[in-house]
């Protein structure tokens, strides 16, 4: 399967401490994307990576791709009750022009 | 603020009924994607339209599922005959794709169906 894959599954923290995620997958990539997804709502894109690129910062957020490990990593500094959510990988593989989704990491954030 | 609207939002049907859900994406995207998530699969992405032109279904069910996109503000997804193992939630999202690759896509609300 070309799905990407998540680690951990579920993540519990504190309030104020940082979360980290992974992704990993198996073929080349033109991108890679991460998306939140609020219990029962849409999922909302929070950054995106491309190929060439091995660090970006929005906010709180800060992602890496290490394209010869195939692995990307999700941090979310500071984090708050609203970062409850899960989290998922999206990698747009060359060639193909579509999105293939991981499986999630379902974060709690402990006040 | 520009979004993608879908209908319904709930969808409680039974067996053998036919399913329409409908899906406008934001103006001026190329790419209009469906998804169905469930607990067991997750998020599985079942068709695509660019510039209104289907290119990819293959994720779809071919005997019960149709997807159409008859103008550049109304995209659809149908099930005939609707059945049990249908019931999950489906997103639409569009985005921006080129040859060299594609941008963000923005997801609708879903459509919550549930086949009895």
């Known amino acids: 399967s070309q799905q990407g894959e998540e680690d951990p599954q579920a993540l519990s923290i504190q309030e104020g401490e940082n979360a980290t995620m992974n992704c990993s997958y198996k073929t080349s990539i033109n991108n890679l994307q991460w998306y939140r997804q609020n219990s029962g709502r849409g999922l909302v894109h929070l950054i995106l990576i491309r190929s060439n690129e091995r660090e970006k910062h929005s906010g709180r957020l800060r992602v890496t791709l290490d394209t010869s490990k195939k692995s990307s990593s999700l941090l979310i500094t500071a984090s708050r009750a609203a970062d409850t959510a899960s989290y998922f990988c999206a990698t747009e593989f060359q060639g193909a022009q579509k999105l293939v989704f991981g499986q999630g990491t379902r974060l709690t954030i402990n006040p | 603020d520009a979004r993608v609207t879908q209908t319904p939002r709930d969808k409680v049907t039974e067996m053998g009924q036919e399913v329409t859900m409908r899906c406008q994406p934001i103006?001026?995207?190329?790419?209009v994607f469906w998804y169905r998530q469930t607990m067991m699969q997750g998020l599985e992405l079942l068709a695509y339209f660019r510039n209104r032109a289907p290119l990819d279904d293959s994720g779809m069910p071919k005997d019960r599922f149709s997807a159409e996109m008859p103008d550049a503000t109304l995209a659809t997804l149908k099930i005939q005959p609707s059945e049990p193992r249908d019931s999950a939630v489906y997103f639409c999202?569009?985005?921006?794709?080129?040859?060299?690759?594609?941008?963000?896509?923005?997801f609708g609300p879903g459509t919550r169906l549930t086949v009895l």
């Open positions: 999202a569009s985005g921006l794709v080129f040859r060299g690759g594609g941008d963000e896509q923005f």
């Open positions: 103006l001026g995207h190329n790419t």
